[in-house]
């Protein structure tokens, strides 16, 4: 089992890892594609849970591109569909249940080091949503999208003086996953009982952050 005190610094992904809100992202990809008929609905809810911690303006290009084969979007039309999205997620993003013990690791750790989040999502609504869930004075910096999980990673190690090695990404998507490996980060992921685990053989993963409290 991983040990805390090995770390110089912990960055968590956002979705799944400090608050139950996967499904809630997942609802509103459906929601907001729902007028184009149940079958790209399905391929929208499958494109997304398969590309987990991808930012959405990647996927709403994927979805106009590969499932609606329209024109490339427009900045305009990017903006409203990122608008609509923020309006079904926000307020359930703040109000989800907190993952089974990320607040209380978050809140001991923060005491002895640097903690980070790097989430796919936008990066002024992700700062909005952990303030309001009263987490912001735990984290020496929130970073989202639109940069792709492996630069987050990457600028935050730069920034801070960080060794790779000494750092752990806690994730539950590939996307997660990959941005630590690209990055020379240990790895710890986090997959919800009853959930398929998404990750390679051997690597470590558990149900929930209860098991890393002291």
Not at 7 to 27: C, L, N, P, R, Y
């Amino acid at each position: 089992m991983i040990e805390m005190a090995d770390w110089q610094a912990i960055i968590f992904d956002f979705d799944g890892v400090v608050a139950e809100s996967g499904d809630i992202k997942t609802q509103a990809f459906a929601d907001l594609y729902y007028a184009h008929g149940e079958t790209i609905v399905a391929e929208v809810v499958k494109y997304h849970t398969a590309h987990g911690g991808l930012s959405r303006y990647n996927k709403f290009r994927y979805f106009q591109q590969h499932l609606l084969a329209g024109p490339p979007l427009t900045p305009e039309e990017e903006k409203i569909l990122d608008l609509r999205f923020s309006e079904l997620v926000v307020e359930a993003v703040v109000a989800a249940k907190a993952v089974p013990g990320a607040n209380e690791l978050i809140r001991q750790q923060s005491e002895r080091i640097p903690l980070f989040v790097a989430s796919g999502t936008p990066e002024s609504e992700l700062k909005v949503i952990v303030d309001r869930r009263g987490l912001t004075p735990y984290f020496t910096q929130v970073r989202g999208a639109p940069k792709l999980k492996d630069v987050l990673i990457a600028e935050i190690l730069t920034d801070h003086g960080l060794e790779p090695n000494r750092v752990l990404m806690i994730g539950d998507a590939m996307a997660d996953y990959q941005g630590a490996q690209i990055n020379g980060t240990a790895f710890l992921g986090r997959v919800r009982p009853g959930d398929d685990n998404p990750f390679p053989p051997g690597t470590e993963i558990v149900p929930d952050l209860t098991v890393l409290v002291n």
